[in-house]
Protein backbone atom coordinates (compact mmCIF):
# COMPACT_ATOMS: atom_id res chain seq x y z
CA UNK A 1 0.00 0.00 0.00
CA UNK A 2 1.64 3.52 -0.87
CA UNK A 3 1.66 5.71 1.66
CA UNK A 4 3.79 9.46 2.45
CA UNK A 5 3.89 11.75 5.30
CA UNK A 6 4.01 15.19 5.32
CA UNK A 7 4.97 17.48 7.77
CA UNK A 8 3.16 21.05 8.09
CA UNK A 9 4.54 23.82 10.64
CA UNK A 10 1.99 26.01 13.31
CA UNK A 11 1.99 29.75 12.67
CA UNK A 12 2.27 32.86 14.60
CA UNK A 13 1.65 36.20 13.27
CA UNK A 14 4.76 38.15 14.09
CA UNK A 15 2.21 41.67 13.38
CA UNK A 16 -1.55 41.25 12.16
CA UNK A 17 -2.55 44.70 11.06
CA UNK A 18 -6.13 44.38 10.53
CA UNK A 19 -8.58 46.66 8.36
CA UNK A 20 -12.06 47.42 7.80
CA UNK A 21 -14.50 44.76 6.57
CA UNK A 22 -14.83 44.28 2.90
CA UNK A 23 -17.79 43.89 0.86
CA UNK A 24 -17.09 40.04 0.67
CA UNK A 25 -17.26 39.66 4.47
CA UNK A 26 -13.24 39.55 4.93
CA UNK A 27 -11.05 41.65 6.58
CA UNK A 28 -8.47 43.70 4.85
CA UNK A 29 -5.13 42.88 6.58
CA UNK A 30 -1.31 43.05 6.35
CA UNK A 31 0.47 40.53 8.45
CA UNK A 32 3.50 39.09 8.90
CA UNK A 33 3.51 35.03 9.16
CA UNK A 34 6.39 33.15 10.97
CA UNK A 35 6.41 29.23 10.96
CA UNK A 36 7.23 27.61 14.11
CA UNK A 37 8.67 24.08 14.58
CA UNK A 38 5.04 23.38 16.22
CA UNK A 39 3.95 20.02 13.76
CA UNK A 40 0.95 18.53 12.71
CA UNK A 41 1.39 14.91 10.14
CA UNK A 42 -0.71 13.87 7.72
CA UNK A 43 -0.15 10.77 6.18
CA UNK A 44 -2.18 9.98 3.05
CA UNK A 45 -2.43 5.89 2.21
CA UNK A 46 -4.53 4.78 -0.34
CA UNK A 47 -7.92 3.58 0.34
CA UNK A 48 -10.86 2.63 -1.20
CA UNK A 49 -12.66 5.78 -0.05
CA UNK A 50 -12.03 9.15 2.00
CA UNK A 51 -11.38 8.49 5.05
CA UNK A 52 -9.84 10.59 8.11
CA UNK A 53 -8.76 9.62 11.25
CA UNK A 54 -7.01 11.85 14.56
CA UNK A 55 -4.43 11.12 16.51
CA UNK A 56 -2.24 13.76 18.66
CA UNK A 57 0.01 14.24 21.20
CA UNK A 58 -1.16 14.13 24.69
CA UNK A 59 -0.90 18.02 25.21
CA UNK A 60 -3.00 18.67 22.44
CA UNK A 61 -7.07 17.83 23.21
CA UNK A 62 -7.85 16.63 19.44
CA UNK A 63 -12.07 15.96 19.75
CA UNK A 64 -13.13 18.47 18.41
CA UNK A 65 -11.32 17.64 14.82
CA UNK A 66 -13.97 16.78 12.23
CA UNK A 67 -13.70 13.43 10.70
CA UNK A 68 -15.85 13.97 7.85
CA UNK A 69 -15.66 16.09 4.36
CA UNK A 70 -15.55 19.52 6.66
CA UNK A 71 -11.85 18.57 7.70
CA UNK A 72 -9.74 20.81 5.48
CA UNK A 73 -7.18 18.30 5.01
CA UNK A 74 -10.17 16.13 3.16
CA UNK A 75 -11.32 19.27 1.29
CA UNK A 76 -7.74 19.43 -0.07
CA UNK A 77 -8.04 16.00 -0.87
CA UNK A 78 -10.96 16.28 -2.80
CA UNK A 79 -9.49 19.68 -4.21
CA UNK A 80 -6.83 17.92 -5.63
CA UNK A 81 -8.68 15.09 -6.76
CA UNK A 82 -11.17 16.88 -8.65
CA UNK A 83 -8.43 19.29 -10.27
CA UNK A 84 -6.92 16.50 -11.48
CA UNK A 85 -9.73 14.67 -12.32
CA UNK A 86 -9.71 11.93 -9.82
CA UNK A 87 -11.59 10.13 -6.94
CA UNK A 88 -10.53 11.23 -3.76
CA UNK A 89 -9.18 7.49 -2.92
CA UNK A 90 -7.41 8.04 0.32
CA UNK A 91 -7.11 7.64 4.08
CA UNK A 92 -5.68 10.46 5.52
CA UNK A 93 -4.34 10.25 9.31
CA UNK A 94 -3.91 13.63 11.15
CA UNK A 95 -1.19 13.63 14.09
CA UNK A 96 -2.33 16.96 15.65
CA UNK A 97 0.51 18.96 17.08
CA UNK A 98 -1.15 22.05 16.75
CA UNK A 99 -3.51 23.13 19.37
CA UNK A 100 -6.71 23.36 17.89
CA UNK A 101 -8.82 26.68 17.52
CA UNK A 102 -5.55 28.20 18.54
CA UNK A 103 -4.98 30.97 16.44
CA UNK A 104 -1.94 28.60 15.08
CA UNK A 105 -3.59 27.64 11.73
CA UNK A 106 -3.70 24.20 12.55
CA UNK A 107 -6.55 23.38 10.25
CA UNK A 108 -4.34 25.18 7.37
CA UNK A 109 -1.19 22.89 8.21
CA UNK A 110 -3.32 20.15 7.92
CA UNK A 111 -5.06 21.22 4.30
CA UNK A 112 -1.53 22.20 2.99
CA UNK A 113 0.05 18.61 4.14
CA UNK A 114 -2.58 17.06 2.59
CA UNK A 115 -2.15 18.56 -0.77
CA UNK A 116 1.36 18.03 -0.78
CA UNK A 117 0.70 14.47 0.44
CA UNK A 118 -1.61 13.62 -1.98
CA UNK A 119 -0.08 15.06 -4.72
CA UNK A 120 2.71 12.79 -4.14
CA UNK A 121 0.88 9.56 -3.62
CA UNK A 122 -1.29 10.17 -6.78
CA UNK A 123 1.65 11.37 -8.69
CA UNK A 124 -0.49 14.35 -9.67
CA UNK A 125 2.86 16.52 -9.50
CA UNK A 126 1.45 20.07 -9.42
CA UNK A 127 3.81 22.64 -9.94
CA UNK A 128 4.38 25.30 -6.70
CA UNK A 129 2.42 27.78 -8.40
CA UNK A 130 -0.85 25.55 -8.70
CA UNK A 131 -1.05 23.99 -5.34
CA UNK A 132 -1.01 27.85 -4.25
CA UNK A 133 -3.58 28.47 -6.33
CA UNK A 134 -6.00 25.27 -5.19
CA UNK A 135 -4.31 26.09 -1.46
CA UNK A 136 -6.07 30.10 -1.84
CA UNK A 137 -9.50 28.12 -2.51
CA UNK A 138 -9.13 26.32 0.97
CA UNK A 139 -8.73 29.15 3.50
CA UNK A 140 -6.57 32.25 3.50
CA UNK A 141 -3.82 30.50 5.65
CA UNK A 142 -3.21 27.63 3.46
CA UNK A 143 -0.98 29.32 0.97
CA UNK A 144 1.24 29.93 3.99
CA UNK A 145 1.73 26.70 5.64
CA UNK A 146 2.66 25.60 1.91
CA UNK A 147 5.58 28.51 1.85
CA UNK A 148 6.93 28.32 5.55
CA UNK A 149 9.69 30.81 7.35
CA UNK A 150 8.88 33.95 7.68
CA UNK A 151 6.27 36.30 4.69
CA UNK A 152 4.36 39.41 4.44
CA UNK A 153 0.53 38.43 3.82
CA UNK A 154 -1.75 40.65 2.45
CA UNK A 155 -5.57 40.72 1.24
CA UNK A 156 -7.16 38.38 3.23
CA UNK A 157 -3.58 36.79 3.87
CA UNK A 158 -2.94 34.92 1.13
CA UNK A 159 -1.05 37.22 -0.85
CA UNK A 160 2.44 36.21 -0.20
CA UNK A 161 5.61 37.66 -0.03
CA UNK A 162 8.28 35.81 1.62
CA UNK A 163 11.11 38.23 3.97
CA UNK A 164 14.12 37.96 3.91
CA UNK A 165 15.00 36.74 7.39
CA UNK A 166 18.37 36.00 9.28
CA UNK A 167 18.72 33.72 12.21
CA UNK A 168 16.33 31.80 14.68
CA UNK A 169 13.75 33.19 17.34
CA UNK A 170 13.08 31.78 20.14
CA UNK A 171 9.52 31.28 21.55
CA UNK A 172 7.17 30.42 24.65
CA UNK A 173 3.59 29.43 23.56
CA UNK A 174 0.90 29.29 26.22
CA UNK A 175 -1.57 27.01 25.19
CA UNK A 176 -5.20 27.21 25.70
CA UNK A 177 -7.25 24.04 26.05
CA UNK A 178 -10.45 25.78 25.18
CA UNK A 179 -9.67 27.16 21.58
CA UNK A 180 -11.48 30.94 20.06
CA UNK A 181 -13.60 31.02 17.41
CA UNK A 182 -11.75 33.48 14.45
CA UNK A 183 -15.19 34.42 13.55
CA UNK A 184 -16.08 35.43 16.71
CA UNK A 185 -12.76 37.32 17.23
CA UNK A 186 -13.51 39.53 14.27
CA UNK A 187 -16.82 40.26 15.61
CA UNK A 188 -15.95 41.43 18.74
CA UNK A 189 -13.20 43.44 17.17
CA UNK A 190 -15.68 45.27 14.97
CA UNK A 191 -17.53 45.93 17.65
CA UNK A 192 -15.09 47.32 20.20
CA UNK A 193 -14.07 49.62 17.02
CA UNK A 194 -17.67 50.59 16.47
CA UNK A 195 -17.43 52.96 13.73
CA UNK A 196 -13.75 54.35 13.60
CA UNK A 197 -12.50 55.32 10.90
CA UNK A 198 -9.52 52.82 9.86
CA UNK A 199 -6.39 53.41 8.18
CA UNK A 200 -5.38 50.92 5.67
CA UNK A 201 -3.37 48.25 7.37
CA UNK A 202 0.59 47.94 6.73
CA UNK A 203 3.32 46.16 7.79
CA UNK A 204 5.93 47.96 10.06
CA UNK A 205 8.89 48.60 8.76
CA UNK A 206 10.57 48.66 12.56
CA UNK A 207 9.39 44.70 12.40
CA UNK A 208 10.47 44.28 9.16
CA UNK A 209 14.00 45.69 10.07
CA UNK A 210 14.34 43.32 13.01
CA UNK A 211 13.25 40.45 11.26
CA UNK A 212 15.92 40.86 8.07
CA UNK A 213 18.90 41.69 11.22
CA UNK A 214 16.75 38.43 13.08
CA UNK A 215 17.66 40.74 16.15
CA UNK A 216 15.31 39.22 18.88
CA UNK A 217 15.26 42.71 20.88
CA UNK A 218 14.32 44.98 18.29
CA UNK A 219 11.55 42.35 17.40
CA UNK A 220 10.30 42.09 20.62
CA UNK A 221 8.89 45.90 21.08
CA UNK A 222 7.70 45.46 17.12
CA UNK A 223 4.91 42.49 17.84
CA UNK A 224 1.80 43.27 17.36
CA UNK A 225 -2.44 41.98 16.40
CA UNK A 226 -4.63 44.07 16.27
CA UNK A 227 -6.83 41.12 17.26
CA UNK A 228 -5.35 41.70 20.45
CA UNK A 229 -8.23 43.59 22.59
CA UNK A 230 -10.94 41.15 20.96
CA UNK A 231 -9.39 38.23 22.25
CA UNK A 232 -8.62 39.41 25.81
CA UNK A 233 -12.28 40.91 25.73
CA UNK A 234 -13.85 37.27 24.88
CA UNK A 235 -10.77 35.70 27.42
CA UNK A 236 -9.53 38.15 29.92
CA UNK A 237 -7.12 35.43 31.58
CA UNK A 238 -4.72 35.79 28.71
CA UNK A 239 -4.09 39.59 30.07
CA UNK A 240 -2.27 37.52 33.06
CA UNK A 241 -0.33 35.21 30.27
CA UNK A 242 0.88 38.49 28.82
CA UNK A 243 1.97 40.55 32.43
CA UNK A 244 3.64 37.25 33.30
CA UNK A 245 5.99 37.75 30.12
CA UNK A 246 6.24 41.14 31.46
CA UNK A 247 7.51 40.09 34.79
CA UNK A 248 9.83 37.54 33.54
CA UNK A 249 11.76 39.49 30.84
CA UNK A 250 10.21 38.41 27.43
CA UNK A 251 11.01 40.45 25.11
CA UNK A 252 7.43 40.54 23.77
CA UNK A 253 4.29 39.01 24.04
CA UNK A 254 1.38 38.67 21.42
CA UNK A 255 -1.70 37.05 21.02
CA UNK A 256 -1.43 34.38 17.75
CA UNK A 257 -3.88 35.37 14.84
CA UNK A 258 -7.18 35.17 16.38
CA UNK A 259 -5.91 33.72 19.61
CA UNK A 260 -6.27 32.27 22.59
CA UNK A 261 -2.21 30.89 22.23
CA UNK A 262 0.21 33.80 23.46
CA UNK A 263 3.44 33.54 21.94
CA UNK A 264 6.48 34.95 24.18
CA UNK A 265 9.41 35.75 22.53
CA UNK A 266 12.40 34.53 24.62
CA UNK A 267 16.21 36.24 25.15
CA UNK A 268 17.57 32.78 23.98
CA UNK A 269 16.62 28.97 25.03
CA UNK A 270 17.92 29.40 28.43
CA UNK A 271 15.92 32.26 29.24
CA UNK A 272 13.02 30.38 26.93
CA UNK A 273 12.92 27.58 29.28
CA UNK A 274 12.61 29.72 32.35
CA UNK A 275 10.11 31.32 30.87
CA UNK A 276 7.86 27.91 30.47
CA UNK A 277 8.69 27.01 33.75
CA UNK A 278 7.65 30.32 35.09
CA UNK A 279 4.48 30.29 33.37
CA UNK A 280 3.75 26.57 33.43
CA UNK A 281 3.76 27.10 37.39
CA UNK A 282 1.24 30.12 37.27
CA UNK A 283 -1.54 28.04 35.97
CA UNK A 284 -2.47 31.11 33.93
CA UNK A 285 -2.81 28.56 30.80
CA UNK A 286 -3.40 25.04 30.45
CA UNK A 287 0.10 24.39 28.88
CA UNK A 288 3.15 25.36 27.69
CA UNK A 289 5.62 24.81 24.91
CA UNK A 290 8.78 25.85 23.08
CA UNK A 291 8.99 26.33 19.41
CA UNK A 292 11.69 28.39 17.16
CA UNK A 293 11.18 30.08 14.08
CA UNK A 294 11.64 30.44 11.28
CA UNK A 295 10.39 26.89 10.42
CA UNK A 296 10.66 25.45 6.97
CA UNK A 297 7.17 24.65 4.50
CA UNK A 298 4.83 21.44 4.71
CA UNK A 299 7.04 18.77 3.27
CA UNK A 300 7.49 15.08 3.33
CA UNK A 301 8.88 13.38 5.92
CA UNK A 302 12.29 11.65 4.86
CA UNK A 303 11.73 7.65 4.38
CA UNK A 304 8.33 8.04 3.48
CA UNK A 305 8.05 8.62 0.10
CA UNK A 306 5.10 6.53 -1.62
CA UNK A 307 5.62 3.04 -2.84
CA UNK A 308 3.33 1.27 -4.95
CA UNK A 309 2.66 -2.44 -4.50
P1 LIG B 1 -6.63 30.21 12.25
O1 LIG B 1 -5.39 30.59 13.01
O2 LIG B 1 -6.36 29.84 10.80
O3 LIG B 1 -7.79 31.08 12.43
P2 LIG B 1 -7.07 28.24 14.26
O4 LIG B 1 -5.69 27.73 14.53
O5 LIG B 1 -7.63 29.21 15.24
O6 LIG B 1 -7.11 28.80 12.82
P3 LIG B 1 -7.84 25.58 13.59
O7 LIG B 1 -7.23 24.67 14.60
O8 LIG B 1 -7.20 25.65 12.26
O9 LIG B 1 -8.04 27.04 14.21
O10 LIG B 1 -9.37 25.10 13.38
C1 LIG B 1 -10.50 25.85 13.62
C2 LIG B 1 -11.73 24.95 13.43
O11 LIG B 1 -11.67 24.35 12.12
C3 LIG B 1 -11.76 23.78 14.39
O12 LIG B 1 -12.45 24.10 15.55
C4 LIG B 1 -12.44 22.67 13.59
O13 LIG B 1 -13.83 22.67 13.80
C5 LIG B 1 -12.21 23.03 12.13
N1 LIG B 1 -11.27 22.13 11.40
C6 LIG B 1 -11.43 21.66 10.17
N2 LIG B 1 -10.39 20.88 9.81
C7 LIG B 1 -9.55 20.85 10.83
C8 LIG B 1 -8.30 20.22 11.05
N3 LIG B 1 -7.72 19.43 10.13
N4 LIG B 1 -7.69 20.44 12.23
C9 LIG B 1 -8.24 21.24 13.14
N5 LIG B 1 -9.45 21.85 13.00
C10 LIG B 1 -10.10 21.66 11.85
Redesign the pocket.
Known amino acids: MGSVTVRAPA?INLQLAVGGRRPDGYHELATVFHAVSLY?DVTATEAATLQVTVGGDREIPFD???RDD????ARAAIALAEHAGLEPEVHLH?H?G??????????????AAALVACDALWGTGLSRAELHTLATTL???VPFALMGGTAVGLGRGELLTPALARGRFEWVLALSDE????AEVYAECDRLRGRRVLPEPRVSDALMAAVRAGDAHALGPALRNDLQPAACSLRPGLRQILDIGDEYGALGSVV???GPTVALLARGTEHALDLAVALGASGACQSVKRASGPATAARAVEGSAARRV
Open positions: KDGVPSNLAIKIPLAGGMAGGSADAGSDGLSTSGS
